[in-house]
Nanobody, 126 residues
Framework: QVQLVEAGGGLVQAGGSLRLSCAAS????????MGWFRQAPGKEREFAAA????????YYADSVKGRFTISRDNAKNTVYLQMINLKPEDTAVYSC???????????????????WGQGTQVTVSS
């Protein structure tokens, strides 16, 4: 079982930046593809970004491409999400998640991730 703890959310003005972090424990972190998802009020949870186990390959939703950067440090068991040029529509609870080992479906699917953090609120004011 993977324990995940996010940090770094907050209130920022449009155009600002935030860096989220997600610390993992309880497992061999490098075995897991990691993802960041977000859920805005009244909306379904959606994929934002993911990164391969080695950290060499990132994946992004079109809505965040060019503004968000996902990275990981396997020595520190931590995955990061650097967000720049934030927009009010980025306001959401951001959660990191570990993709189930052996899951063969799309990495964009919420159901492929069985371990989730508690989430951190990001609020972007206009």
């Amino acid at each position: 079982q993977v324990q995940l703890v996010e940090a770094g959310g907050g209130l920022v003005q449009a155009g600002g930046s935030l860096r989220l972090s997600c610390a993992a424990s309880g497992v061999t972190f490098s075995r897991y593809l990691m993802g960041w998802f977000r859920q805005a009020p009244g909306k379904e949870r959606e994929f934002a970004a993911a990164i391969s186990r080695s950290g060499t390959t990132p994946y992004y939703a079109d809505s965040v491409k060019g503004r968000f950067t996902i990275s990981r440090d396997n020595a520190k068991n931590t995955v990061y999400l650097q967000m720049i040029n934030l927009k009010p529509e980025d306001t959401a609870v951001y959660s990191c998640a570990a993709r189930d080992i052996g899951y063969s479906g799309s990495l964009y699917e919420v159901r492929g991730y069985g371990n989730w953090g508690q989430g951190t609120q990001v609020t972007v004011s206009s």
